[in-house]
């Protein structure tokens, strides 16, 4: 029997944008399942699973225990993600793969398996982490840009295929956030804090909270049942100018 509370599940929770969204989301009352490849605490009332996103058996085993545990999924944030920050000319294809991996193919194979969970159902929402680099081109991020670009395409195709059966799916599109993510690309020298708060007209980084309350506008029928298939920039206005590579 299917419990009476709402289940999310969200990956890549263990740290950053992920762990904000399982804290907005449990303060709206779900249930919430953690998926990391780290090993994290199961937030009260919810189950954490270890496991990779881009691994078929990981995500089928994820799904069983959902199953098992609770017998319903509503919403799926699809958050996991990793980034390489190099010249499109020195990107080795095992890393362009892998990029493509994880940020593409993983989520791909979540909505598949819990898509059908909600297309039996007859409801559900799925909120997958973008970024601005999937609405813009943004240089030495060839793989990383390609996959959210990608994202957004399967985002918008998931939309339009599903929508008729009550499961709505969007995307959000982080612009800057300060996590560890965000260090290890500035580690890298491509940009500097100062680069970014040029550049926003909000004049700051986002932060994890800025994200996990859309995320969470998003994921609840009552307050976003008829937005399906958008790409939300939460950029302080960064695509509105465009002028990050002047
Ligand atoms: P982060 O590196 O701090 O956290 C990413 C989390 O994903 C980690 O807990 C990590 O263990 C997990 N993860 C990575 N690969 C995984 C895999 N194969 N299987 C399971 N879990 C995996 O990153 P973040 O900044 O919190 O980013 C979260 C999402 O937001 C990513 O999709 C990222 O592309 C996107 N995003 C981030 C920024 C930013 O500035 N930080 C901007 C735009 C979009």
Redesign the pocket.
Same mark, same amino acid.
């Given at each position: 029997m299917a419990t009476a509370q709402r289940v999310a599940v969200v990956?890549?929770?263990?740290? *950053?944008?992920?762990r904000r969204v399982v804290e907005a989301l449990r303060a709206e009352g779900y249930a919430v399942v953690v998926?990391?490849?780290?090993e994290v605490d199961a937030p009260d009332g919810g189950l954490a699973v270890a *496991?990779? $996103?881009?691994a078929q058996a990981d995500v089928a085993a994820l799904a069983e225990q959902v199953r098992d545990r609770f017998g319903r999924v509503d919403v799926l944030v699809n958050?996991?993600?990793?980034?390489f920050i190099v010249p499109a000319e020195d990107t080795e294809p095992e890393q362009w793969r892998r990029v493509l991996d994880?940020?593409l193919t993983?989520p791909f194979l979540l909505c598949r398996e819990f898509g059908r969970a909600m297309l039996a159902a007859g409801s559900g929402s799925i909120v997958n982490?973008a970024? $601005?680099?999937g609405l813009s081109g943004v240089a030495d991020r060839a793989a990383y840009n390609a996959s959210k670009h990608g994202l957004i395409g399967l985002t918008r195709t998931l939309a339009v295929e599903w929508g008729g059966r009550g499961v709505r799916v969007n995307a959000v599109c982080? *612009?800057? $956030?300060k996590?560890?993510?965000?260090a290890a690309d500035q580690a890298g020298g491509s940009y500097t804090d100062a680069d970014i708060i040029d550049h926003v007209p909000s004049a700051r980084f986002a932060t994890p909270d800025d994200i996990a309350q859309a995320v969470a506008f998003l994921a609840d029928p009552t307050r976003s049942g008829f937005i399906n298939g958008v790409a939300l920039p939460v950029d302080g206005g960064w695509t509105a100018d465009g002028s990050w590579q002047s």
């Open positions: 990956t890549g929770a263990a740290q *950053g944008i992920g998926f990391d490849r780290q *496991g990779d $996103v881009s958050n996991a993600g990793i980034s994880v940020n993983g982490i970024s $601005v680099a982080p *612009g800057w $956030v996590t560890e993510m965000d």
